[in-house]
C-alpha cells in the first residue's frame, strides 16, 4: 500500500527531453500540470473563514465544506447530488454575485504546491516565472506555454 510519506520520499520526476528529439526542436511546447483535486482544501478553509460572518453564525464551517464541495461537479457531475449543487448555486452564488469561474480558480491547487522545482534550457528556474494557473478541459491547472484560442491569452 503506498501512504503520502512514499510518495513524498520519491516524488515524481517529469522530463521532457528525449533522445530522440529535443525538446528545443518542438515549435510549441504546451504543458499542464493538474491536480486530481480540483479544490485546494486550504484555499477552501481560507474562503470559509472570509464569508463566515456574513451569513447565518449558525452554518458552522463542516456544513460549508460539506456546500463548497459540491463545486467539484463542475468538472464532475456525477461526483455531487445535481439538485443540491443547483441549490447552492442559486441560494449562495447567485446571490451574492460569485463570479464562479473566478471563485474555482481562487480555490484551485496552487502551482507552488503541485510543481517544486523548474529547469529550462539547463538551468534552474522559479516555476512560478515559467508556470500559471490556467483554464483547461481538466479544469485549473499550472500550464507553461498554454494556449486556449477562445481567451485570446497566451500563457
Request: glycine content about 4%.
Amino acid at each position: 500500500m503506498v501512504s503520502v510519506s512514499d510518495i513524498l520520499r520519491s516524488p515524481t520526476v517529469v522530463t521532457l527531453e528525449t533522445n530522440q528529439y529535443l525538446v528545443e526542436k518542438v515549435p510549441f511546447p504546451a504543458v499542464s500540470i493538474c491536480s486530481v483535486n480540483k479544490l485546494s482544501r486550504s484555499a477552501v478553509n481560507a474562503f470559509i473563514e472570509e464569508i463566515r460572518d456574513q451569513f447565518d453564525p449558525q452554518i458552522t464551517p463542516e456544513l460549508w465544506l460539506q456546500k463548497i464541495k459540491l463545486l467539484a461537479g463542475i468538472f464532475d457531475s456525477g461526483s455531487v447530488d445535481f439538485k443540491e449543487a443547483a441549490e447552492f448555486q442559486k441560494n449562495f452564488l447567485d446571490k451574492q454575485k460569485y463570479n464562479i469561474t473566478e471563485l474555482l480558480k481562487k480555490l484551485a491547487p496552487n502551482c507552488d504546491d503541485l510543481i517544486l522545482k523548474c529547469r529550462w534550457a539547463g538551468k534552474m528556474q522559479e516555476c512560478s516565472e515559467l508556470f500559471v494557473k490556467s483554464f483547461t478541459a481538466n479544469g485549473y491547472c499550472c500550464t507553461f506555454n498554454y494556449f486556449r484560442p477562445d481567451s485570446g491569452n497566451e500563457t
